[in-house]
């Protein structure tokens, strides 16, 4: 599936690059420009990026799901990351207008 369509990246690359950047270093902090860089790609509408967030919380889950980390530790971050970004408004509109157009 294409989840950056000013891009062109594919939502395996996004979790191949994810699971890369956490086989380098399982407990570093990955943010969507952490991945559009290991991509060699910028943002450019920036639309994309809560999707991208999102691909990076499941993907982290599963890959420490199934590492030797304790569960605890990981559930309550992944649970704390959550909470904030229901906190601070990631489920609004990324501030467009319902005359907003894409095209």
């Known amino acids: 599936?294409?989840?950056c369509h000013c891009n062109l990246i594919t939502e395996k690359e996004i979790e191949d690059t994810i699971i890369g950047l956490l086989e380098a270093d399982p407990w570093q902090l990955i943010v969507p420009a952490k991945v559009y860089h290991a991509l060699s790609r910028r943002g450019?509408?920036?639309g994309c990026f809560p999707n991208v967030v999102e691909t990076?919380?499941?993907v982290t889950e599963n890959y420490h799901s199934r590492s030797d980390a304790a569960g605890?530790?990981?559930v309550s971050h992944l649970d704390r990351v959550r909470e904030l970004r229901?906190?601070?408004g990631s489920r609004r509109h990324e501030r467009r207008t319902t005359s907003h157009r894409a095209a």
Do not use: F, S
């Open 86 to 88: 229901g906190q601070y």
């Open 44 to 46: 450019r509408c920036c």
């Open 1 to 3: 599936m294409l989840a």
């Open 56 to 58: 990076i919380i499941r």
């Open 72 to 74: 605890d530790d990981i």
